[in-house]
């Protein structure tokens, strides 16, 4: 399994401020996700982290407010733009092997929006 | 819209009895199915993975797969109270493309 280290692990932030959001995988991987975990939900996906090219968006999530870099196959960032107090969430980064279907997860950004 | 439905819980089972887990999805072309634990404050942990219709054991944990219900299962045998934590179902795209769509999780609590 990848070992995926993202940072930071917390932030409290005020609105209209940004936030980057990093994600470092130990290996190369095929798949980078972002996701975003509300308070007592489950995981929404906002994007596949595309690498060279620009990310693909889900349904509801705009590029503008979440622009992705992904500049190699084992890193991958996620800014959150103009914050609110509605961003207030898990942000968790995943990846899936070369080999495999599983998608492994860091430990999540838990972020703060006052 | 793909789904996948889990019971939200809370699921309590004694200390060493046996949990049972269960989750519908939607997208009848799913190939592959994951369980998740997930620990309040943490991100999520795979436990499980299953692809074939049937059961596939590793330790306390069995997955069961049933793709002509649609329907996955996991079963926890000697439940420690150190399982107590919500448990995601998870099943990946059709389309091949490794995105997976998560259930909304069953919190499960162990009592000593």
């Known amino acids: 399994s990848a070992v995926i280290s993202q940072k930071p692990s917390r932030d409290i932030c005020q609105r209209g401020t940004s936030l980057t959001i990093q994600c470092q995988v130990d290996s190369q991987v095929t798949m980078m996700f972002w996701y975003r975990q509300q308070p007592g939900q489950s995981l929404t996906l906002i994007a596949t982290?595309?690498?060279?090219?620009?990310?693909?968006?889900e349904s509801g999530f705009v590029i503008d407010k979440f622009p992705i870099s992904r500049p190699n196959l084992t890193f991958s960032t996620l800014t959150v733009s103009n914050m609110s107090p509605e961003d207030s969430s898990i942000y968790l980064c995943?990846?899936?092997?070369?080999?495999?279907?599983?998608?492994?997860f860091g430990q999540g950004t838990r972020l703060t929006v006052v | 819209q793909k789904e996948v439905e889990q019971n939200s819980g809370p699921l309590s089972v004694p200390e060493g009895a046996i949990a049972s887990l269960n989750c519908t999805y939607s997208d009848r072309g799913s190939q592959s199915f994951f369980w998740y634990r997930q620990y309040s404050g943490k991100s999520p942990e795979l436990i499980m993975s299953i692809y074939s219709n049937g059961d596939k054991e590793d330790g306390r944990f069995t997955a069961q797969l049933n793709k002509a219900s649609q329907y996955v299962s996991l079963l926890i045998r000697d439940s420690q109270p150190s399982d107590s934590a919500t448990y995601l179902c998870a099943a990946g795209d059709s389309g091949g493309y490794q995105k997976v769509t998560f259930g909304t999780g069953t919190k499960l609590q162990v009592i000593p």
């Open positions: 995943s990846a899936v092997g070369r080999e495999n279907t599983e998608a492994f």
């Open positions: 982290a595309n690498q060279g090219s620009e990310a693909t968006y």
